[in-house]
């Protein structure tokens, strides 16, 4: 089973920006969707962004022209780069891996947590 593991959280000041990393352990298959989601505390999980196996990417409204997310098939890694940082960041992101062409196969991470903070 491929694990996946993010790296890249921390704590940060408003404005400021970080970049999360996200490794599988071994190969991930090139058709699989990448995406970040995040958690903040008494809310549900959301997807953040997405890229396909194509490069298609997408973006909730609230990240739009602040973060950019990217992929290396290569490295089996994907990444978010997030500018512009704001407290309403703050949240426990998690890197996913998904089938788009069967239902429920997916692999997630443990998860990092970002604090946007002054």
């Known amino acids: 089973q491929v694990q996946l593991v993010e790296s890249g959280g921390g704590l940060v000041q408003p404005g400021g920006s970080l970049r999360l990393s996200c490794a599988g352990s071994?190969?991930?298959?090139?058709?699989?969707?990448m995406g970040w989601y995040r958690q903040a505390p008494g809310n549900q999980r959301e997807l953040v962004a997405s890229?396909?196996?194509?490069?298609?990417?997408t973006y909730t409204d609230s990240v739009k022209g602040r973060f950019t997310i990217s992929r290396d098939n290569a490295k089996n890694s994907v990444y978010l780069q997030m500018n512009s940082l704001k407290p309403e960041d703050t949240a426990v992101y998690y890197c996913?891996?998904?089938?788009?062409?069967?239902?429920?196969?997916?692999?997630w991470g443990q998860g990092t947590q970002v604090t946007v903070s002054s």
């Open positions: 071994r190969s991930i298959p090139s058709v699989y969707a």
């Open positions: 996913n891996a998904d089938n788009p062409y069967r239902l429920g196969e997916e692999i």
């Open positions: 890229i396909s196996s194509g490069g298609k990417t």
